[in-house]
């Protein structure tokens, strides 16, 4: 009988959500999506701080909880800060999360991620065809964004044993790849969460807020698969009860109620019955 999400991560759905303590995040980002991961993170109760200048490290670094690391903007210093911050999280064993944007893209982005996977990064996610890319498969992905075709289950089973074979070398890191089905690998197991709405892929910043917000729970001491699965099904049942409340509004309206569900759904214990996911 395959285990529910539910009951894999039982503790977790009853404890996480609303948080009991604020972790304090550092995300060096994206300009585009950059105030959207800020106010997500106040918006559960977590604290962003957005400071990526590598002198700044020994210091900031004693305060804050956990990092986040998205390549949506590679810019000469931006490199230098996103290297430098991923070695330093990995001396100091600060938790670590590392968005894969854009590296089906360019082989450039491509390089930076393989890069900062050396560290052992706690969490390593993007889109399904980011992270098809990443684990060298074709992906049919365009810019920063997921491609449905990549979404098929020949293809989800195909990039499952592909990530098997890298916790193999990464024992330490769990993968989490986003779409209508999202995908989580580690070397403790294999699950699929089947939450959220097609709308959230029509709106810039949600894979980036997933990055931001999880890092905020391995901030607070959850596992790392205990903080990915949390953290896209909470954000995927937010957008469900948004998109049931926006039966006139745009998607821009979808987006506000999302939002704004991030700081609500929390107090509804019973959240965690709309939860679909299974073990693989
Ligand atoms: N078609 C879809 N149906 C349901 N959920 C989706 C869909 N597309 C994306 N999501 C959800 O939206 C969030 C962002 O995923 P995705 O769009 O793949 O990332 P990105 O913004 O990095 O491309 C994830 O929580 C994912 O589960
Ligand atoms: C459009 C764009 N271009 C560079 S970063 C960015 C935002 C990507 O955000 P997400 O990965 O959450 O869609
Ligand atoms: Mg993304």
């Known amino acids: 009988m395959t285990q529910s999400i ?24 994206n300009p585009v999506t950059i105030e959207s991961m800020a106010n997500a993170l106040l918006y559960i109760d977590a604290k962003p701080v957005m400071a990526d200048l590598p002198e700044e490290f020994p210091e900031l670094f004693t305060q804050i909880d956990a990092l986040l690391l998205n390549l949506g903007h590679i810019s000469p210093e931006r490199k230098d800060s996103l290297l430098a911050a991923g070695r330093y999280a990995a001396e100091t064993h600060k938790p670590a999360v590392v968005d894969l944007v854009g590296v089906a893209a360019t082989q450039l982005r491509y390089d930076i991620g393989q890069q900062l996977l050396q560290n052992h990064p706690n969490v390593v996610k993007g889109n399904i065809s980011e992270v098809r890319r990443f684990a060298g498969l074709k992906s049919t992905g365009r810019g920063v964004d997921g491609s449905q075709l990549d979404q098929s289950v020949t293809a989800l089973a195909e990039l499952t044993k592909a990530l098997q074979e890298l916790t193999e070398r990464f024992p330490n890191t769990t993968f989490l790849a986003t779409g209508e089905t999202d995908l989580v690998v580690s070397e403790k197991g294999q699950w699929r969460l089947e939450n959220g709405v097609p709308q959230l892929d029509r709106f ?16 607070i001491g959850l596992s790392n698969d205990e903080a990915v699965v949390l953290t896209v099904s909470y954000f995927n049942c937010c957008a469900e009860v948004a998109a049931a409340q926006n039966t006139a509004g745009g998607i ?18 019973d959240w965690v019955q709309m939860v679909k996911g299974e073990a693989l």
Do not use: M, N, Y
């Open 252 to 269: 821009a309206s979808f987006r506000e109620k999302t939002l704004d569900q991030l700081s609500l759904l929390a107090d509804q214990a």
């Open 6 to 29: 539910t009951e894999v991560f039982a503790d977790a759905f009853k404890t996480t959500f609303p948080l009991k303590s604020s972790p304090l995040v550092d995300c060096i980002t």
């Open 204 to 219: 810039t910043g949600t894979g980036d807020i997933v990055g931001a917000l999880t890092a905020a729970l391995l901030g």
